[in-house]
């Protein structure tokens, strides 16, 4: 473990200089499904793109962006616009909020995934609702980067990195861990996850109660 120091009318889509904090600008986007759901929820409550940018803090300009499937949101953007619902990334990806009795057993392709066009999440189970636990085996490619954006949420969270080696971010305190290494933090502090090595990085990871 290495330690250091440490609802108006619908704008059309502005010219950004996107970084690599709030989206990939790569013309067209990795996850259309994303676009396609955010637009479908926010019909769904009668809200124009400029209010949901209120109400989640990002401009209405970004919101075109992602709804036209121009570009792919951090994991961080992703979790501040479905504040504006408001809305976990777990149910967002559900694709509905009520489901019948969980089962108590998964295949490796009954895992529910969850993907932002760089990092994956495979969840155990497809809905949360009534869980008192999210775990999730986490996937990060070399460079790739939760957001400059730091996370915050409602609960608990630790893992362990099964392979590669991950930057983790928590308030003022910053470690790099590897193979067997893990963490446990309250989640309300502002953290960030970072792959800064060569090779993929994958953990498991639990979060209590589901809110991520």
């Known amino acids: 473990m290495d330690n250091r120091s440490s609802a108006g009318d619908e704008a059309p889509a502005e010219p950004l200089n996107i970084s690599s904090d709030s ?14 759901r955010i637009r ?10 400029r209010e949901l940018g209120r109400r989640c803090g990002v401009t209405n300009g970004m919101i075109s962006l992602i709804e036209q499937n121009k570009t792919s949101p951090s994991v961080a953007l992703l979790k501040k616009v479905l504040s504006g619902f408001p809305m976990s990334l777990a149910d967002f ?9 969980p089962p108590v057993f998964f295949a ?38 939760t957001g400059e954006t730091m996370l915050t949420h409602e609960a608990e ?20 861990l590897g193979p067997g290494d893990g963490y446990y933090f309250d989640s309300r502090l502002p953290h960030r996850f970072r792959n800064i090595g060569d090779e993929t990085c994958e953990l498991v990871s639990a979060c209590s109660p589901p809110s991520f």
């Not at 479908?40 to 793109?49: A, D, F, K, T, V």
């Not at 630790?158 to 392979?163: A, C, K, Q, S």
């Open 93 to 101: 990806f559900a694709g509905v909020d009520e489901g019948e009795s």
């Open 40 to 49: 479908e929820l926010r019909h769904r409550q009668g809200l124009s793109q």
């Open 108 to 145: 490796a392709h009954q895992l529910k995934v969850m993907d932002n066009g760089t990092i994956r999440f495979r969840q155990l189970g497809d809905h949360l609702k009534g869980r008192a636990m999210q775990i999730m085996n986490e996937t990060y490619p070399p460079g790739s980067d």
């Open 157 to 176: 969270e630790g893992g362990f990195v099964i392979r590669g080696r991950i930057e983790i971010t928590v308030g003022h305190q910053c470690t790099v």
């Open 23 to 36: 989206a990939t600008a790569s013309g067209t986007s990795e996850t259309p499904f994303v676009g396609e």
